[in-house]
């Protein structure tokens, strides 16, 4: 079966860094789109990053541009976001999520991890 | 930055029918892009519900149903039941804004 499972979270100072993982078991890894998705608190969901199958192609939000960086291991079957310069707005719970392209829907989410930027 | 929009919240009662409103716009549902809606039970990741406008995924209850028309998409609930007390999203994909995918303000259904 599919799993996603997020780790990496937790509580960091406004302009520390924070490294999220997702491995990924159960589905062909390469073969698919993969995105990190975010809800702040009691907010809705924000698209933030997504990375192709082969790495090529990568979109950012406006939000987080320069700040973060999305990467993908395909022979680790793992997702990772780099997130630096971090600020209060950021928190969130973060979820790793896969599609067969940016226009189809997602399928599988993972379980989400909790970031949270505070001093 | 949601470029969809949704109704904060629907309510009604056990067995009643609520529909839940997406609307997008020509850059968007418009532009022929599928939407597609989610359901997040509380304290939980989201759930893909409808795919493709219109298809449901193996298991999803034939209660739920898509549809869409111009730059709009909707989502009905029939023999509304207690368990689907959840906020509800839509999401497409924006040609606008550097390819990538959208989702909507979102919904809380109440059941009363």
């Known amino acids: 079966q599919v799993q996603l499972v997020e780790s990496g979270g937790g509580l960091v100072k406004p302009g520390g860094s924070l490294r999220l993982s997702c491995a990924a078991s159960?589905?062909?890894?390469?073969?698919?789109?993969m995105s990190w998705i975010r809800q702040a608190p009691g907010k809705g969901l924000e698209w933030v990053s997504y990375?192709?199958?082969?790495?090529?192609?990568?979109y950012y939000a406006d939000s987080v541009k320069g700040r973060f960086t999305i990467s993908r291991d395909n022979a680790k079957n793992s997702l990772y976001l780099q997130m630096n310069s971090l600020r209060a707005e950021d928190t969130a719970v973060y979820y790793c999520?896969?599609?067969?392209?940016?226009?189809?829907?997602?399928?599988?989410w993972g379980q989400g991890t909790l970031v949270t930027v505070s001093s | 930055q949601s470029v969809l929009t949704q109704p904060p919240s629907v309510s009604g009662a056990p067995g009643q029918r609520v529909t839940i409103s997406c609307t997008g716009s020509?850059?968007?549902?418009?532009?022929?892009?599928?939407v597609h809606w989610y359901q997040q039970l509380p304290g939980t990741a989201p759930k893909l519900l409808i795919y493709?406008?219109?298809n449901r995924p193996s298991g999803v209850p034939d209660r739920f149903s898509g549809s869409k028309s111009g730059t709009s998409a909707s989502l009905a609930i029939t023999g509304l039941q207690a368990e689907d007390e959840a906020d509800y999203y839509c999401?497409?994909?924006?040609?606008?804004?550097?390819?990538?995918?959208?989702f909507g303000t979102g919904t809380k259904v109440t059941v009363l």
């Open positions: 990375i192709s199958s082969s790495g090529s192609t990568i």
């Open positions: 999520a896969r599609s067969r392209v940016p226009v189809a829907g997602i399928d599988y």
């Open positions: 159960g589905f062909t890894f390469s073969d698919y789109y």
């Open positions: 020509s850059s968007n549902i418009g532009a022929g892009y599928d």
């Open positions: 999401q497409s994909y924006d040609s606008s804004l550097s390819g990538s995918g959208v």
């Open positions: 493709g406008n219109s």
